[in-house]
C-alpha cells in the first residue's frame, strides 16, 4: 500500500522560509515522477513543483509563481521529497500536497496523494 506523509508545514512570516517533507512508504520514490500541489481557500488545487525519476535525470519542473523561490529535492536513503520554500509571500498560503505519478516522467494525473500541510504565510 502506497502512503505518502507530509509534515513541515506552519505560520511563517513573509520572507521567510519553511521545508516541508513527504515521506514514501509502498514505492520507491526514485522510480516515479513526484512532487507538489497546493490549494489556497477558495481555489482550486494547482502545480507546484515536480521531480522526475531518477532513470529520467530526476528533472525538475515548477510553476511560474514559485520559480527561484521554491526547491523540489529527493532523498533516496530516506525514501523521501521534499520542497524548500524560501522568500514566501501572503499568497503561497494554502495546503501543500504530496504526490505521486505512476510514470517516471511527468506528474501529470498523480495516483497517490498525501493528507497535506498547511502553509500560512502572514504579511
Known amino acids: 500500500q502506497v502512503q505518502l506523509v507530509e509534515s513541515g508545514g506552519g505560520l511563517v512570516q513573509a520572507g521567510g522560509s519553511l521545508r516541508l517533507s513527504c515521506e514514501v512508504s509502498g514505492r520507491r520514490a526514485s522510480s516515479y515522477a513526484m512532487g507538489w500541489f497546493r490549494q489556497a481557500p477558495g481555489k482550486e488545487r494547482e502545480f507546484v513543483a515536480s521531480i522526475a525519476s531518477t532513470i529520467n535525470f530526476s528533472t525538475t519542473n515548477y510553476a511560474d509563481s514559485v520559480k527561484g523561490r521554491f526547491t523540489i529535492s529527493r532523498d533516496n536513503t530516506k525514501n523521501t521529497v521534499y520542497l524548500q520554500l524560501k522568500n514566501l509571500k501572503p499568497e503561497d498560503t494554502a495546503i501543500y500536497y504530496c504526490?505521486?505519478?505512476?510514470?517516471?516522467?511527468?506528474?501529470?494525473?498523480?495516483?497517490?496523494w498525501g493528507q497535506g500541510t498547511q502553509v500560512t504565510v502572514s504579511a
Open positions: 504526490a505521486s505519478e505512476n510514470g517516471g516522467r511527468q506528474l501529470v494525473n498523480p495516483a497517490y
